[in-house]
């Protein structure tokens, strides 16, 4: 006979490292190990990457490092503590209408945080050799060159990213904390891990991309605005800081068109999207998120 004070019980937690599938849960990692699981990623980028930079100098592709160090780990660690990898890392099919929305959010988005940057370049500015490796990284005087960045600095940088941060690490956060918490205490880590010469910017970038997610219930929403926001800002940094030294901010002019372009591309985003409730949410009670 079973105990009826179990069934109400809720989950089951594990003793492992993740917990019990249950009403209003999915099965995948405890928000403290998925943490450390995406600081070992992100280090292991940083290794990956300095080896290779080491070996081949400043015109090697990133890609090789984000598929070596974030995005075979995440995908075997996911295999591994959940039955479904596309649901619990949200790879989940798109629609054409939010897919627009979403390149015109994250592109006037870009374009307005890059006057907060240059407040934030003068309160906390960026060391003269990680300037200059950021420039070498995304410089484009060849079209060997801007394969190699677009490849790695904004396609596979994007995607493998936000596989970790808004599918990994928020997913996670999300199961136990619900939407807005995850997505805060997500987009800080990426703040402090990303950029911590601008961690306000880079913070509420990553707010963005979290809630694009979120909200559309695909992690592709975010991996294309991310994209957007890496290609431009090369195409800013190539067109701007290399070429002439100049440091960019959108004309004060552009500012209202720049909002208004936002506040329209969000709001169609939002209503075209839906408010897509991941499986593990439905019916669940406190654990579900708001719609918005």
Known sequence: MVDERAESAGPVESP???????????????????????LACYVALQV??????????????????????????VLLITREHSPSVKKTLRLLPVKAAPMMFTVGVCFSFILLQYNIAGLMEKLFPMPSWMENFL???TRIRSLSE?????????????????LLFRGFLQGSLEDRRG?????????????????????VPVFFIG????????RGGSVYYSMVGHAVTNGTSVAGLNIFAVE????????????????LVFAVSIVGFVRTAGARQPEWQRGAGPTAT???
């Not at 990956?48 to 780990?73: C, E, F």
């Open 135 to 137: 420039l070498d990284m």
């Open 179 to 199: 939407r807005w918490s995850a997505i805060v205490l997500t987009s800080l880590v990426f703040a402090v891990l990303h950029d911590p010469w601008r961690l």
């Open 16 to 38: 492992g490292l993740g917990h019990e599938a249950g009403e209003g849960r999915r099965y995948f990692l405890r928000p403290i190990v998925a943490l450390g699981l995406t």
């Open 207 to 214: 707010v963005l991309l979290g809630y694009l997610a979120s």
């Open 290 to 292: 708001p719609g918005g």
């Open 244 to 259: 002439s030294g100049a440091e960019f901010s959108l004309p004060w002019p552009l500012i209202p068109v720049m909002v």
């Open 146 to 162: 801007a394969l190699r960045v677009v490849s790695g600095v904004v396609l596979a940088a994007a995607a493998a990213e936000e």
């Open 48 to 73: 990956v990457a300095a080896v290779l930079m080491l070996a081949l100098g400043p015109g090697y592709s990133l890609l090789p490092a984000y598929v070596a160090a974030v995005v075979v780990p």
